[in-house]
């Protein structure tokens, strides 16, 4: 019954769209109009992340004129606060009553995951400028989901980033790994790491995960400071790290601090966490002219630095304007068919094309935190 | 035997840290399971919105020592005192009604559910506390000190010593005053109270103003050790408490702090030994253990359950 009921709603998106490709336009008056919805957490855990997003695919979208090839484009955006029903609910909602052609975001991996698979199934093209984890693009069955593309690079690659630049730059033999059991993106992170890490000639010495709700760490940090690891890996988001960094400073422990993107925030408690390196998509620091194009805008805009988040929304945003500009169409089909075609694409976070997952090939950047709220960029690692 | 003898003098400094970091744990949880246990003494209510008013304390001492620029101890004393008002507003708006039209025992409870999930919306709203995790910059530095192995820090001691010294302070209110007596009374039998001349409501008022006063402290307390807040913060802190004062025997105030600290060492030994995914469900579990052991609670009178 649900089967037939959601072949029923794909079947009438696909009339949908056919009709507003054949007939030159969708809405009254014959204008051509290409509808975009952006699911973004703008409250909650990781706010920061979705304020972000927002700006950057507002900036895109005004950059752009709100026009792509011969459509104008009309925007829908709504919070999802970081959780998957939730998310869920506003996607089958965008899609099914706003009709939106294409998606952009969430954030995070494990709110991505289900809109990806919603996206796929009504046929929408869906981009996230940064959930990281594998399975955003590719099914359980480790069949891509053709719809679905992202503008970041994946967890594995992240996780070996860091394994190598902690043994090779860092000279760190032993490291203490802990993660939140039940967020994709950490465990994602972390596994990766281990797996280079201990390839590399290192070795894992405390493996611990906690759970979202956790507060007290400090029986497995005082095994952590038992075990005395010369860096310790925290792949989780700012607020999360924050904590569990305070607990182990006041644990004694005086280990390396690393992470993923998930660090890249102003809220982080950065007099905690300076000297801690994070991998990471960009850096505004970068000389290229599209990333110092991007963040004199941003800033004109705004009156901040741009963080990953916006420059990844931004990019995001980006690849799916040139995807419909492309093929001049409304049709979601032949706007993914031209999205998968980008061949060096020129966007903030490097020169994008697409692997046949719908992942960009691109380098990584390594960023050390600072005192006085600043980041510093370190190095550039390629694939 | 001798390699045997080493492992544990190498082990031990570790576990007496373990120890120390559950009775960190388990002491908050106590100063929270108090006002559990109290209220459910006197009126037979599980009052659900206490992990709300926990978080509330947090709040209140975390912008106390921040941006009302007080010294840390008077930002507890501020949250405790702002949390009794708002404990007894609590049980004057929406409990008190209830007891006069002599409402069934599960209205109350479901009520307590409402005003929990009420505060916990209510304060997330951007213009009350905002729906967002807020980092606790600690108004001293963290000092650490290590004796044969076993590292303290001054949070520690400050939480077992704060706790101690308000289960003192405790204990002397219930046992050494009149209010306490009357307390007491109370808790025994409703109606003979009354009867003696005991104004049951105004009893009632103070145990919600002593638990939300305790809760408070503990919230504070939870904010230096961990230092993070949000509108729902408390809801798992609450339940664990809660968790405890059943263990130990609910209505009863030794009770909750036993099982408190049982609750506290469980977790944390969980976490250190086995692996912190199981600590909930150990902690969990023990509970449904000495439940089928001991339906009334460890310390819990046995009796027939009029519920």
Redesign the interface.
């Known amino acids: 019954m649900r089967r037939g009921m959601a072949a029923a709603l794909v079947l009438g998106l696909g009339v949908l769209a056919g009709c507003g490709s054949g007939s030159g336009g969708s809405g009254a008056g014959g204008e051509k109009v290409v509808r975009i919805g952006l699911i973004a957490p703008l409250t909650g855990d990781v706010k920061t992340f979705g304020e972000s997003t927002k700006n950057g695919f507002e900036l895109a979208l005004e950059q752009a004129g709100h026009k792509a090839g011969d459509f104008s484009i009309e925007y829908f955006i709504q919070d999802d606060r970081n959780d998957p029903t939730e998310a869920l609910n506003i996607a089958t909602k965008l899609i099914t009553e706003q009709k939106v052609h294409a998606l952009v975001g969430s954030v995070s991996s494990k709110v991505t995951i289900p809109v990806s698979n919603v996206a796929n199934e009504h046929r929408v093209v869906h981009i996230t400028g940064t959930a990281t984890n594998p399975a955003v693009t590719v099914d359980d069955k480790g069949n891509r989901k053709p719809f679905v593309f992202r503008a970041c690079f994946i967890d594995p690659f992240q996780g070996q980033v860091a394994a190598k630049f902690a043994l090779e730059t860092l000279g760190a033999r032993t490291a203490a790994v802990l993660y939140d059991k039940g967020n994709d993106y950490s465990v994602g992170l972390a596994e990766n790491f281990r797996r280079h890490f201990e390839a590399g000639g290192g070795q894992v010495v405390a493996w611990e995960a906690y759970a979202l709700a956790d507060t007290d760490f400090s029986a497995i940090l005082s095994k952590v400071a038992d075990a005395k690891p010369d860096l310790l890996y925290l792949p989780d988001y700012y607020q999360k790290v924050s904590l569990i960094g305070k607990q182990a400073r006041a644990k004694g422990i005086t280990a390396t601090m690393m992470g993923g993107d998930g660090w890249d925030s102003a809220e982080l408690d950065f007099a905690t966490m300076a000297g801690g390196y994070f991998t990471n998509h960009y850096s505004p620091e970068d000389t290229r002219p599209e990333v110092q194009k991007f963040v004199a805008d941003y800033q004109a805009k705004y009156g901040t630095v741009p963080d990953a988040l916006a420059a990844l929304a931004y990019d995001a945003t980006n690849i799916l304007l040139e995807g419909i500009r492309r093929s001049n169409t409304s049709d979601p089909d032949q706007i993914r068919q031209a999205i998968q075609n980008l061949k060096g694409f020129s966007a903030v976070s490097g020169q994008i094309s697409f692997d046949e997952n719908g992942n960009p090939v691109k380098s990584a950047a390594i960023l050390q935190v600072q005192a006085d709220k600043t980041t510093r960029f370190i190095a550039s690692v390629n694939p | 035997m001798g390699y045997l003898l080493e492992s544990i003098r190498n082990g031990l400094p570790?576990l007496l840290?373990?120890v120390l970091?559950?009775l960190?744990?388990g002491f908050v949880y106590a100063l929270i399971a108090l006002g559990y246990t109290m209220v459910y003494g006197i009126i037979k209510l599980i009052n659900f919105a206490h992990g709300d008013i926990f978080m509330v304390g947090a709040f209140l001492g975390v912008f106390g020592f921040t941006y009302w620029g007080l010294p840390w101890p008077a930002a507890i004393l501020v949250a405790m005192a702002g949390c009794a008002v708002f404990g007894v507003m609590i049980e004057r708006i929406a409990y008190r009604p209830l007891r006069a039209k002599g409402a069934p025992r599960i209205a109350a409870l479901i009520t307590a559910i409402g005003v929990s999930l009420f505060i916990e919306y209510f304060s997330s709203l951007k213009f009350v506390f905002g729906?967002?995790?807020r980092?606790v910059e600690r108004p001293f530095g963290?000092v650490?000190w290590?004796l044969g192995g076993v590292?303290i820090?001054n949070?520690q001691l400050l939480v077992i010593a704060v706790v101690l010294g308000l289960l003192l302070a405790l204990q002397y209110v219930v046992y050494r005053t009149k209010i306490g007596k009357a307390m007491r009374a109370v808790a025994f039998d409703v109606d003979a109270a009354r009867l003696m001349g005991i104004d049951v409501d105004k009893v009632i008022a103070y145990t919600f103003a002593i638990g939300s006063a305790l809760a408070a402290a503990a919230g504070v307390l939870?904010a230096l050790?961990?230092?993070?807040i949000?509108p729902f913060?408390g809801?798992?802190p609450g339940l664990k408490a809660f968790t405890a004062a059943v263990l130990g025997g609910i209505g009863n105030i030794p009770g909750a702090v036993l099982g408190a600290l049982i609750m506290g060492q469980a977790?944390?030994?969980?976490?250190?030994y086995i692996?912190?995914?199981f600590?909930?469900a150990i902690a969990f579990s023990l509970l449904i253990l000495v439940l089928l052991v001991r339906p009334a609670g460890l310390l819990g009178k046995a009796g027939p359950e009029k519920v």
Do not use: C, K, W
Not at chain 2, 267 to 272: D, F, G, L, R
């Open positions: 570790l840290e373990q970091n559950g960190q744990l729906p967002n995790f980092v963290d650490r290590t590292g820090s949070i939870y050790a961990y230092p993070q949000h913060m809801i798992m977790e944390v030994m969980t976490a250190a692996s912190s995914e600590r909930d």
